[in-house]
């Protein structure tokens, strides 16, 4: 048995090309990567699509079917019977149906295409796969070259499928799913837009500026349209003033603030010792454990930035002037589930003083006047956590902003710190959800999907 062939023999074999139009045209010659297939035609269109057997253009070659010939191919009789009599597959050889994922939706069908010639063509199951590269290509990707417009503007895609095929594969940053170009827009009596088109609009969304559910809403492509260059043109007034990415210049601004307070910066190694976790009383039994990122010699990606702080206390006091004042602003790893408020990649600042004036009020204060200086409000709640016992908890309605403590703990003997200290921890990517009332905490994050909060795939 072998698999269905990939689309790249059947494009060989066949020495054809079938447009999504069924047009049918000669292949001049083609070039493959390790996911894509680019056919020149005789006619010198150039398509790029998936390499994959289980495309609608795979399944539009092993069928045989076309609704016209191209002029311009100037195809020879003999080229379109090859085609259509389909006599150069291996009659040896059975070709299998690769799995295909039941849930997903099945499309019918093209008009034109018909029973085929092999046992495994006339099992061919409906597509669910996008047809042509584009759908499944960043749009900006596909805009970059001449050929993949050339392929757009041939294969005449429609609003909505274009639009819907510039959302990418998201999975990695626990996106909605990729959507298929070739998916059936099914648009129920009650709802205005399918649930593909919901996903688009709420990607090219910012925050809630347009309710969804709102009836009087222009159509789904006027909408989308709409957004799209309101998104572009934010990008193009930030390319054109600004050029900042939110996370960083929040961090500088932090930074600069926390400088003119008298905190020393710190920018320590992101890859820890294992054993730092188990010194913070985090044992393997304990949740934030299951969190951590462990590499196999020892180490993991750090989940806070106490464990250094604590050792960089020690060392300044020897040195340093009393009470020692440091921060550290950079990236932090936890694996969490879902959520619209954690990131399994964040940003973490966290201050800390030790010694003269490690008080609460002092902390409280100094608090307010980081958040007042961000333009954030707060409330302050009493909290307890496994780490540091009570904690002093920065609310911001029900989001924590930040879990702050009053020193000393017990644990501060196996870190070799014997005076009083006060310290805060603040998410910056929660900060910049609520200053720009962002729906999902992923907007303001390290993100190839967001820029400052806008959509990528415009
Ligand atoms: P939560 O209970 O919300 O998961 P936490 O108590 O585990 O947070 P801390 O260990 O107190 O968080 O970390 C200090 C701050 O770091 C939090 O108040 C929050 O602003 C931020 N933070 C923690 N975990 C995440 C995460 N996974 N994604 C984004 N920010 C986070
Ligand atoms: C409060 C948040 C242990 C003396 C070096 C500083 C603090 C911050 C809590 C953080 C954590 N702690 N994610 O400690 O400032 O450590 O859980 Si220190
Ligand atoms: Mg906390």
Not at 119 to 136: G, N, R
Not at 175 to 190: D, G, I, L, M, Y
Not at 201 to 207: D, N, Q
Not at 294 to 313: E, F, H, I, Q, S
Request: aromatic fraction near 6%.
């Amino acid at each position: 048995m072998a698999d269905r062939p990939m689309l790249e023999r059947l494009v060989k074999l066949n020495d054809v090309w079938l447009s999504r139009k069924d047009v049918l045209h000669g292949v001049k010659s083609y070039d493959v990567s390790t996911k894509k297939i680019r056919i020149h035609t005789d006619c010198g269109e150039v398509i790029t699509v998936n390499n994959s057997r289980r495309s609608a253009s795979a399944r539009a070659l092993r069928n045989s079917k076309y609704r016209k010939v191209c002029k311009h191919c100037k195809l020879s009789g003999e080229r379109i019977n090859r085609f259509v009599a389909k006599d150069f597959y291996d009659p040896g050889v059975t070709y299998v149906e690769a799995p295909v994922k039941k849930s997903a939706p099945k499309k019918v069908m093209k008009k034109g295409a018909g029973p085929q010639p092999t046992a495994a063509a006339q099992t061919a199951p409906a597509e669910t796969q996008p047809a042509a590269a584009e759908s499944a290509v960043p749009s900006s990707a596909a805009q970059s070259t001449a050929a993949a417009q050339s392929t757009a503007a041939a294969q005449s895609t429609t609003a909505a499928q274009s639009t819907a095929a510039a959302t990418q594969p998201l999975a990695a940053e626990q996106q909605p799913p990729a959507q298929k170009s070739e998916e059936p827009v099914t648009v129920s009596a009650k709802e205005k837009f399918s649930p593909s088109q919901r996903k688009r609009l709420e990607a090219l969304l910012i925050s809630d500026e347009i309710d969804l559910d709102d009836p009087n809403l222009p159509p789904y492509e006027e909408l989308e349209a709409d957004l799209v260059a309101k998104r572009k043109a934010e990008l193009a007034d930030i390319y054109e003033n600004s050029r900042e990415h939110m996370l960083a210049e929040l961090e500088r601004d932090i930074s600069a603030f926390l400088i003119s307070k008298g905190f020393i910066e710190i920018k320590s190694s992101i890859l820890i010792p294992e054993e730092y976790i188990v010194r913070m009383g985090i044992d393997k039994d304990v949740e934030l454990s299951k969190q951590v990122f462990r590499t196999d010699d020892g180490k993991c990606l750090r989940p806070m930035l106490a464990p250094v702080l604590y050792n960089y206390l020690r060392r300044f006091d020897k040195v340093l002037p009393d009470p020692i004042k440091i921060f550290e602003i950079g990236p932090c790893y936890r694996k969490e589930s879902d959520g619209s408020s954690h990131l399994e990649e964040f940003t973490m600042v966290n201050f800390c003083q030790m010694g003269d004036g490690s008080t609460r009020e002092n902390l409280v204060q100094l608090i307010d006047e980081f958040l007042t200086h961000l333009g954030i409000s707060y409330e302050i709640e009493g909290d307890e956590c496994m780490v540091y016992g009570a904690t002093v908890d920065v609310m911001h309605g029900d989001l924590e902003l930040s879990s702050a403590v009053v020193g000393p703990v017990p644990m501060d003997m196996d870190w070799g710190i014997d005076k009083p200290w006060i310290g805060a921890g603040f998410g910056l990517e929660r900060l910049l959800k609520v200053r720009h009332n962002f729906k999902n905490i992923k907007r303001g994050s390290r993100s190839e999907y967001y820029y400052n909060g806008i959509h990528t795939n415009l």
